[in-house]
């Protein structure tokens, strides 16, 4: 893989690196307001203290670390696929461009020596799973690669309460920052308990190093809830998302195109407002992901 020689850098010297994902820019968000908010996350990350590591998959060759040409690049290009585990090996040896899920961003991370990773949502256990068996590959990683995943919680185009069933199997610990409720992507509320409430970047780094320590393979899920500001009206977030999902049905949407699909459509549905909100979380996540990889560097 390649890896910018600043993160290099920051590894050697045990600085604080925050991984981030490419399936946000080329298949989660329109362009230009994708490209923006990547630089922005790299930035807030930054000023918050830490070096930032966008990850893809350019020429078959991961990048950690990508450049804003190339991150530009993976905003704009048509014809970027959505890379998860299983994809990789095909992606390598064909050495195609990809942009890299919360399942593959996290084996990548993983292997350059991040622990840190900071997303706007992760895939989850879609509605009507009992039939489809739709699962995302996120779930499965979360249970077996080492690194601590900052996000929103998941949106309710998932079932959630199915979603926490199955990482609860997977033993997966999702912690709730600053909250016992499990954060809904757009809303503050899902009805749903997280496993642990943490109040601070400290806590949660002192999970990661026990975790570390006691050799407890897998993932940590942290919940960050939207600001009160920027968060939806509940009943408006979800007719969007209900008919959403009945325009997939009617579609007959599959597999890896169902998320990209429901994004795309709830931001056409909203008139761009569930964007903003989008927007608005990852640079919230974006802070605790720094002061969470800061503080687990000073232990
Ligand atoms: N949820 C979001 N925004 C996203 C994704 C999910 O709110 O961009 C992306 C992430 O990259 C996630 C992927 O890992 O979709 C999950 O896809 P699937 O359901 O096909 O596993
Ligand atoms: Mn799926």
């Known amino acids: 893989m390649k890896i910018n ?26 362009y230009p307001k994708n490209v923006e908010t990547a630089l922005k996350v790299e930035k807030t990350i930054r000023d918050s203290g830490a070096i930032p590591a966008t990850i893809g998959i350019i020429d078959g060759e991961p990048i950690v670390g990508m450049t804003p040409e190339e991150i ?3 905003g704009k290009r048509k014809g970027i696929l959505k890379a998860s585990r299983l994809d990789l090996p095909v ?6 461009w990809a942009a890299t899920t919360v399942a593959a961003t996290m084996i990548i991370a993983a292997q350059a020596g991040i622990e840190v990773f900071v997303t706007g949502g992760i895939g989850g256990v879609h509605r009507g799973a009992n039939e489809t068996m739709d699962i995302s590959a996120d ?24 979603t926490m069933e199955y990482l609860e199997t997977m033993g997966v610990p999702v912690l709730g920052y600053q909250t016992e409720e499990l954060p809904a ?54 007719f969007a998302i209900e008919k959403a999902l009945a325009e997939a049905n009617k579609q007959g949407i599959k ?3 169902v998320t990209p699909f429901l994004l795309k459509t709830i931001v056409e549905l909203t008139d761009g407002e569930s964007l903003e909100s989008n927007i608005k979380l990852v640079l919230n996540n974006a802070v605790l992901g720094a002061k969470i990889a800061k503080e687990y560097k000073e232990l």
């Not at 992606?91 to 195609?96: D, E, G, S, T």
């Not at 779930?139 to 199915?162: H, R, S």
């Not at 757009?186 to 400290?202: A, I, W």
């Open 255 to 257: 597999g890896k195109a």
């Open 91 to 96: 992606i390598y040896a064909k050495k195609l």
């Open 72 to 74: 530009e690049e993976f």
């Open 185 to 238: 992507f757009y809303t503050r509320e899902s009805g749903l308990k997280v496993n642990y409430r943490v109040d601070s970047p400290k806590e949660i780094a002192l999970i990661m190093k026990e975790k570390k320590a006691n050799n407890l393979n897998g993932g940590i899920l942290v919940t960050n809830p939207i600001p009160k500001e920027y968060a939806l009206d509940k009943s408006a977030i979800d």
């Open 139 to 162: 779930l499965q990683e979360l249970a077996k690669t080492n690194v601590t995943v900052i996000c929103a919680g998941a949106k309710a185009i998932l079932d959630l309460p199915l």
């Open 5 to 30: 020689p600043e993160i290099i850098n920051a590894l050697k010297e045990n600085k604080p690196v925050v991984a981030l994902e490419s399936t946000i820019i080329s298949h989660g968000m329109p």
